[in-house]
């Protein structure tokens, strides 16, 4: 007897808005088996999800898709979500703003009726799959989910069809300098380069090797080589200071993987000593003391 495959999680849209007709027939309102309504609505109805995870349009593209949809018209309808009398867009804002450019009254949509999670996490899915954000904005939109929904990294990586380890990868992007953070979302670094320069923990040596990276063009395996020459003076220099006993070495191992961020221990031969819990901003701070307050 053969196995009826079950849909994967989080692989896209379909799997928050459901099985939508590819090709529907645009009428003044069509309400499909999925409770999603497709209609065309008026452009003044309509406004911008203020969660966007994409922060920036590019004009020129921006012009070109113009110039189709004046031609062709909106091809693809958007997707927004009912609030009261107005409609928040989900996905499709690129159609949106191109559309207002021509001069069109009204455009085809998908309405949604969601909560402002679903929308965010909606609108989160549709760019990644386009691969339209940058890696500062991926980290900032899965961040914002995960102080949202309080779900655990590996629960949000089943919806939206990543792992935990990549949701980890990004959300610690936010850790780096404003600087570093300023160069990926100006694609001048790299997702590859921003990883290697976070196992560098002195700021300004990260802050060194990126202008290295940008002066000199490095490829993320040079700048991989150059941030483990850096690790490997910082493990040299820690052999060189008192070895701590096992007890101390096991918990700090673990208290670093639970609250992902810089924890140091020191410890005189008395048995004296501190623990040091590092961390960039208010914003980091209060999601650390969270971490030890839910025990």
Do not use: C, W
Not at 76 to 103: C, F, H, M, W
């Amino acid at each position: 007897m053969s196995k009826v495959k079950s849909p994967a999680l989080g692989k896209g849209l379909e799997a928050l808005l459901g099985s939508i007709e590819k090709n529907p027939v645009i009428k003044d309102k069509i309400q499909s088996e999925v409770d999603v309504e497709i209609a065309n609505i008026p452009l003044n109805k309509i406004e911008p999800n203020p969660d966007q995870p994409r922060k920036e349009f590019d004009a020129a593209t921006l012009l070109n898709l113009a110039q189709s949809i004046k031609e062709n018209g909106v091809i693809v309808p958007i997707t927004v979500n009912k609030q009261d009398d107005k409609y928040i867009i989900i996905a499709g804002e690129r159609r949106y703003r191109a559309s207002k450019l021509v001069g069109l009254k009204e455009i085809p949509a998908y309405i949604r009726i969601v909560t402002p999670t679903q929308q965010m996490q909606m609108a989160l899915i549709e760019n990644i799959q386009r691969d339209d954000l940058n890696a500062i904005e991926i980290a900032l939109s899965l961040n914002a989910l995960l102080e949202q929904t309080k779900l655990t990294k590996e629960d949000l990586g089943k919806k939206i069809g990543k792992s935990r380890a990549s949701i980890s990868n990004y959300v610690r992007l936010l850790s780096l300098p404003a600087e570093i953070q300023l160069a990926i979302r100006e694609d001048k670094l790299s997702m590859g380069h921003a990883r290697a320069l976070i196992n560098i923990e002195d700021e300004k040596k990260q802050l060194d090797l990126a202008h290295k990276i940008m002066d000199k063009g490095l490829s993320v395996r040079e700048t991989e080589a150059m941030s483990n020459i850096a690790k490997e003076k910082n493990v040299e220099k820690e052999k060189k200071e008192k070895v701590l006993p096992e007890r101390h070495n096991l918990f700090l191992t673990s208290i670093t993987q639970r609250l992902e961020t810089q924890v140091s221990i020191k410890r005189s031969e008395r048995g004296k000593g501190s623990i040091t819990i590092n961390f960039k901003n208010d914003k980091e701070f209060e999601r650390i003391v969270s971490l030890l307050e839910n025990k």
